[in-house]
């Protein structure tokens, strides 16, 4: 039984739980909320789906009137940012530092050079190289609220908006209903706490070979899961597999990370920007998250 | 499993850090739930299916084997029950339960002869009276002349008669057995396993107390693991009758010392690999020293004569006190679509003059569902140690050592079995397991003597054994 509510989210009843269910941040999304109460679960699709909707249209670089579009269109001047933006940049710029320049919220515009859609089209070196002057976060002067963004250069929190979104419409959610939540973007995901009768709420993870397919399932009390990682995104040539995860020290794939890293932790941010950093170890993924003692789980 | 009692690394926790930084600043309230998510007795668990590396999970497997020997030797019934839980972050806990009856007859070490063999031994229990003769089988209770200074009750002893050109065997052969081990390990700090375990078993003439520690480590992004295990058992052994004298005559004389001890000192290093997806390589090198008592306090070797191969006598066998050992152990698995092949190689060398070779083959086929077939085929050659002797010679020299046990003996063995397994649901299987166990050797010596030419002087054995068990996989 599907219902429609002004904010365009379907909302169906399934067993104990209400799904709620839109599409936001080119994903789909879902909050699952055990409650009986029909009314509630509409008034939780309209707090959920605004505040991922507001996260989107702030934050996407797809959208010139942005505040990522706006720094992005600024021309090397002084921007003062807001205070939710400025923390989002004080987080990137701390992942920054613990990375040593990994994780990168500048690399984005090697984009213009790599497209991965599964074909050989690997960019010429020439290409990439050109790009390089235009990555690192060094090169940005931020002091908040103040950023100077050097000509050319763009921003992208793609990989952090989607996660930060998950624990933002959570805590929205929690802040309006006791009932037991678990908000889910394309993956990425956070529950509010066990559920009513103390149960955990099951997770699947899916393998990268086929559609739907379960690797595991998990079950998860309390925190966050994200998965970094798209069997989808890669670049073939020459027997050769060029993954889309891009070092933003020489703008090429790194070697061989796994083909997905699902990673647990207390928020879906820092699942998020740890599972990604995993991803940016390559063959060193695994060694990293076994020495930094890391609740994870690699396909690869 | 606890997130919070790992070691966690420095950019964890920074990244832990940054992303509570960012949620205080933005959010209030969801930010407190990081430390309660850390502090959680455990987040994360796992789906009832899922059981592995990783998850939580226990597993029971409980199990009966019945053994048979054939000509109507040694019958043993065993009952096992193994417990093992695992925590998700590897730390692990097992328990092991081993019960066994076992009776029948057992080759007493002597030869065959032309004539019937009178054998005399100690009653099972010192100073006691008739009532052991049911455990005896065939044996009568017989009264010994009275020796100077020895009480009257306890000059009693068990006589039994062997038929002419049988293989002599004590029929008395009775003894139940109960064990039980407990192991741990764990991942600890750099370490990606450590852990001890401890045994002990009884039956009622001989214990053993054992214990072992391992320590290993992953290398190569796990895909090589070396293992390092010590191990130290301690056993007991207070036979029926007594400490007998080495190399003197069978009595049913209560003989002292009542008790001798041996210990046991070794190591594995052990060396896992994985060679591609579908092949698991395994490496083994064992080295063992074994000091102390070792004779088989019951077992006799007897003395013929020089001409007519008649035995004349049965000495107590002997075996020296130090035995060192060590073995080479190679094992491939390799998947191979529907079916799991193991071949297993293994070569064994001690200080007592025994080499070994031992050759290992099964193979695991998915019958489609839920059934499962394994044959498996076992082929082991050993050499004789240097004190094997069929019998000794009457006049000659003695021997230092000497003993006519055929497990020291030169001799080859096949196994062939198969397993069938069935798996009611993703946490059940019941799996029924034959075995048909087959020793060869040689019989007639060249250099036999006299009627001991026309015996058959290889006391080896053909055995069955039947394994049917259960496991159990729960949360």
């Known amino acids: 039984?599907?219902?429609?509510?002004?904010?365009?989210?379907?909302?169906?009843?399934?067993?104990?739980?209400?799904?709620?269910?839109?599409?936001?941040?080119?994903?789909?999304?879902?909050?699952?909320?055990?409650?009986?109460?029909?009314?509630?679960?509409?008034?939780?699709?309209?707090?959920?789906?605004?505040?991922?909707?507001?996260?989107?249209?702030?934050?996407?670089?797809?959208?010139?009137?942005?505040?990522?579009?706006?720094?992005?269109?600024?021309?090397?001047?002084?921007?003062?940012?807001?205070?939710?933006?400025?923390?989002?940049?004080?987080?990137?710029?701390?992942?920054?530092?613990?990375?040593?320049?990994?994780?990168?919220?500048?690399?984005?515009?090697?984009?213009?050079?790599?497209?991965?859609?599964?074909?050989?089209?690997?960019?010429?070196?020439?290409?990439?190289?050109?790009?390089?002057?235009?990555?690192?976060?060094?090169?940005?002067?931020?002091?908040?609220?103040?950023?100077?963004?050097?000509?050319?250069?763009?921003?992208?929190?793609?990989?952090?908006?989607?996660?930060?979104?998950?624990?933002?419409?959570?805590?929205?959610?929690?802040?309006?209903?006791?009932?037991?939540?678990?908000?889910?973007?394309?993956?990425?995901?956070?529950?509010?706490?066990?559920?009513?009768?103390?149960?955990?709420?099951?997770?699947?993870?899916?393998?990268?070979?086929?559609?739907?397919?379960?690797?595991?399932?998990?079950?998860?009390?309390?925190?966050?899961?994200?998965?970094?990682?798209?069997?989808?995104?890669?670049?073939?040539?020459?027997?050769?597999?060029y993954s889309h995860i891009l070092c933003p020290h020489t703008g090429w794939p790194v070697e061989s990370p796994p083909r997905s890293v699902t990673v647990a932790a207390a928020s879906c941010v820092e699942a998020g920007i740890t599972a990604t950093l995993a991803m940016l170890q390559g063959t060193g993924a695994e060694a990293f998250l076994e020495r930094e003692g890391i609740r994870a789980w690699c396909i690869r | 499993m606890q997130l919070n009692v790992l070691e966690a690394g420095r950019v964890r926790k920074r990244l832990s850090r940054i992303s509570a930084g960012l949620l205080a600043a933005t959010l209030g309230a969801h930010a407190a739930s990081a430390q309660e998510y850390y502090d959680q007795e455990d987040p994360l668990g796992t789906r009832n299916d899922t059981f592995g590396p990783g998850v939580a999970y226990s597993q029971v497997d409980a199990a009966l084997l019945v053994y048979q020997e054939g000509s109507g030797r040694v019958t043993a019934i065993e009952p096992t029950m193994n417990l093992a839980v695992h925590a998700a972050d590897g730390r692990q806990l097992t328990l092991g339960l081993v019960a066994d009856a076992v009776s029948g007859a057992t080759p007493n070490g002597a030869v065959p002869s032309s004539q019937p063999q009178n054998f005399v031994t100690p009653l099972k229990a010192q100073g006691s009276t008739a009532s052991v003769t049911g455990a005896s089988g065939g044996s009568t209770i017989i009264h010994l002349p009275p020796t100077p200074g020895q009480i009257a009750a306890a000059a009693l002893g068990r006589q039994y008669t062997v038929p002419a050109n049988t293989l002599p065997m004590d029929k008395g052969f009775r003894d139940h057995r109960g064990a039980a081990t407990i192991g741990w390990s764990q991942p600890l700090g750099n370490i990606s396993d450590i852990g001890i375990g401890m045994g002990y078993s009884r039956e009622e003439d001989y214990q053993a107390i054992t214990a072992n520690t391992h320590i290993s480590q992953n290398f190569n992004a796990n895909n090589t693991t070396v293992t390092l295990t010590l191990n130290g058992e301690f056993d007991s052994s207070s036979p029926f009758g007594g400490i007998p004298t080495p190399l003197t005559a069978m009595s049913a004389q209560w003989k002292t010392p009542t008790q001798r001890s041996k210990t046991q000192l070794g190591f594995v290093l052990g060396l896992t690999q994985v060679m591609t997806r579908r092949w698991l390589m395994q490496f083994n090198y064992s080295f063992d020293r074994q000091s102390g008592y070792q004779n088989d306090p019951y077992r006799v070797i007897s003395l013929v004569d020089?001409?007519?191969?008649?035995?004349?006598?049965?000495?107590?066998?002997?075996?020296?006190?130090?035995?060192?050992?060590?073995?080479?152990?190679?094992?491939?698995?390799?998947?191979?679509?529907?079916?799991?092949?193991?071949?297993?190689?293994?070569?064994?060398?001690?200080?007592?003059?025994?080499?070994?070779?031992?050759?290992?083959?099964?193979?695991?086929?998915?019958?489609?569902?839920?059934f499962y077939i394994e044959p498996s085929a076992r082929w082991y050659q050993q050499t004789a140690a240097d004190f094997f002797h069929y019998y000794l010679v009457a006049g000659q020299t003695l021997?230092?050592?000497?003993?006519?046990?055929?497990?020291?003996?030169?001799?080859?063995?096949?196994?062939?079995?198969?397993?069938?397994?069935?798996?009611?649901?993703?946490?059940?299987?019941?799996?029924?397991?034959?075995?048909?166990?087959?020793?060869?050797g040689n019989g007639h010596p060249a250099d036999a003597i006299g009627q001991l030419r026309q015996q058959n002087l290889f006391s080896g054995v053909k055995s069955a054994i039947v394994f049917m068990g259960y496991t159990w996989d729960f949360h």
Not at chain 1, 92 to 101: I, L, P, V, W
Request: proline share 4%.
């Open chain 1, 1 to 241: 039984m599907a219902t429609a509510v002004e904010t365009g989210a379907r909302i169906t009843r399934i067993e104990r739980d209400f799904h709620i269910a839109f599409h936001a941040m080119a994903t789909p999304c879902e909050v699952r909320v055990e409650t009986d109460d029909a009314a509630q679960a509409a008034a939780i699709a309209a707090v959920a789906e605004g505040e991922a909707r507001r996260i989107e249209h702030k934050f996407s670089r797809y959208r010139a009137d942005s505040v990522i579009g706006k720094i992005n269109a600024s021309g090397g001047a002084r921007i003062i940012v807001d205070g939710e933006t400025a923390s989002l940049l004080d987080c990137a710029d701390a992942c920054y530092e613990t990375s040593g320049g990994m994780f990168d919220i500048t690399s984005g515009v090697l984009r213009r050079a790599w497209r991965f859609d599964g074909s050989d089209n690997v960019p010429a070196a020439e290409r990439v190289r050109s790009l390089m002057p235009l990555i690192g976060w060094h090169k940005v002067s931020w002091r908040a609220p103040a950023l100077v963004l050097p000509p050319g250069m763009e921003l992208d929190l793609g990989g952090i908006a989607k996660e930060y979104a998950v624990d933002r419409v959570l805590a929205s959610v929690m802040a309006i209903t006791g009932a037991p939540v678990l908000v889910n973007f394309g993956g990425d995901l956070c529950v509010s706490g066990p559920r009513r009768n103390g149960d955990a709420w099951n997770v699947a993870i899916e393998t990268v070979d086929g559609e739907g397919q379960m690797a595991c399932m998990l079950q998860l009390m309390q925190g966050a899961l994200a998965t970094s990682g798209d069997a989808r995104r890669f670049l073939l040539r020459d027997g050769r597999r």
């Open chain 2, 399 to 440: 021997p230092q050592y000497a003993s006519s046990d055929i497990r020291l003996g030169a001799f080859t063995a096949t196994t062939f079995g198969a397993q069938f397994g069935f798996r009611l649901d993703g946490r059940q299987e019941i799996y029924i397991k034959g075995e048909y166990y087959s020793q060869t």
């Open chain 2, 306 to 370: 020089p001409a007519t191969g008649d035995p004349t006598d049965s000495y107590y066998e002997n075996r020296p006190i130090n035995r060192q050992s060590q073995s080479l152990y190679w094992d491939n698995r390799l998947d191979l679509g529907p079916a799991v092949t193991d071949l297993g190689l293994r070569y064994y060398t001690d200080s007592w003059g025994i080499t070994s070779k031992t050759a290992e083959l099964s193979e695991r086929i998915g019958l489609g569902g839920s």
